[in-house]
């Protein structure tokens, strides 16, 4: 028996998310929703009463560019996989990350077959740093400390760090405690929105559980979620291979430099190589109505 397992990340629009579930919905699948510390929860539960929908316990107050990001993600893979060893103890399934501003591009039959196909691999996509698309290679959200926000507070975390250099404790900042602690590792980037097997998720829990030394590097860097579940997949990885595909699942587009994705226009849809994805975010029925329906309209065909 094959289940596919929906992890949504959630922080607004109960509505949207009743909708992006009800897309889903095909009997086949299973919805966790991590819904962020700071939203009341019971009017997400007043709105999805739906019974394979699960509201994750370990709630985590999330914040952009934060490691709050991180531990919600780990918090809502341990909460399914104990879920799934009760109650699927047999079946094998995939663990699928999605936001709440996300859409599925393609219907649920092709979804189910595609990845019951592939049941024995995981989707990630990711790179190696230095990264061409990320400003300086993507090494300067490590080579500093952000303790703060990084959008909100940019001049605070620019002079704390200047002090911590000035008195030349370097030797603490992520990338040289990194590089100290694991000098045979290498430090990847990749999306959030993966895609795990049942083994591949069981791995990155056990090997995230009590591994202080790894987890504490990334607790104040910049947009973990890009770099942690990479880098400590890919590295840890080679101890037991597994199955993975670099293959981007999402369709994702920014506006030049903006570090927040845009909304999809009907137009970045009808791009021959949005037809290779399986998901799209990031949408929002108050800004981009036309491209929600326009999706909803091609996978009911």
Known sequence: ????????????????????????????????????????????????????????????????????????????????????????????????????????LKNNEYLHNFLESNSQTSFINYWQLPYDKWWQGGFFRLENFYFFQYKKYPKVNYWINRMIKKLRFNFLLPLNRFNRQFPDFKI?????????????????????????????????????????????ILNYNKETPFSINNLSTHLVSFNGSDASPKYLEIEDLKDNDATNFLFARKFDSNVNKETIAFIKEKISK
């Open 188 to 232: 990847y980037g990749g999306k959030q929105w993966m895609i795990l097997n049942k083994e591949l998720l069981a791995f990155v829990l056990e090997k995230s559980h009590k591994n202080s030394g790894f987890n504490s590097v990334f607790k104040y860097v910049l947009a973990p979620d890009e770099l942690y579940f990479a880098t400590l």
């Open 1 to 104: 028996m094959y289940t596919k397992v929906y992890c949504i990340l959630a922080h607004k629009n109960s509505n949207q998310i009743k909708d992006l579930v009800a897309l889903l919905q095909d009997n086949k699948s299973l919805f966790f929703i991590h819904l962020d510390k700071k939203v009341n929860q019971k009017e997400y539960e007043q709105t999805l009463q739906d019974q394979s929908c699960h509201f994750i316990k370990s709630r985590v107050s999330c914040s952009w560019g934060k490691y709050s990001l991180v531990q919600a993600a780990l918090n809502a893979m341990k909460e399914v996989q104990d879920f799934m060893n009760i109650n699927y103890a047999d079946s094998s399934y995939h663990f699928i990350m999605l936001s709440g501003e996300d859409l599925p």
